[in-house]
């Protein structure tokens, strides 16, 4: 069974820097989608970031384009999301999801708060 643990978040000032990882266990890191989501206080989870193993295929929401780049190492079955020029805006709850064949797990959870 596919498992997804996240870390990396933090508390950040507007413009500046994080970046985030995910480890997958259970399945052979080929052949699975990962991707992050986000869940801002009183709004809905929304789409980050996905990237298909194997190959590199990625695709991101509009409004991070250009700030949040999302990488794999396949030695490590890891996943990142390299987050840029962070704003107020990006504050949220980050989520890992995995997705192999039927099997989809989410992680629990980091909080990325940018405040000054």
């Known amino acids: 069974q596919v498992q997804v643990v996240e870390s990396g978040g933090g508390l950040v000032q507007p413009g500046g820097s994080l970046r985030l990882s995910c480890t997958a266990s259970?399945?052979?890191?080929?052949?699975?989608?990962m991707s992050w989501y986000r869940q801002a206080p009183g709004k809905e989870r929304e789409f980050v970031a996905v990237?298909?193993?194997?190959?590199?295929?990625?695709n991101y929401k509009d409004s991070v384009k250009g700030r949040f780049t999302i990488s794999k190492d396949n030695a490590k079955n890891t996943v990142y999301l390299q987050m840029n020029s962070l704003k107020s805006e990006d504050t949220a709850m980050y989520y890992c999801?995995?997705?192999?064949?039927?099997?989809?797990?989410w992680g629990q959870g980091t909080q990325v708060t940018v405040s000054s």
């Open positions: 999801n995995a997705r192999y064949g039927s099997q989809t797990a």
């Open positions: 259970g399945v052979t890191f080929s052949g699975i989608v």
């Open positions: 990237i298909v193993n194997p190959g590199s295929f990625t």
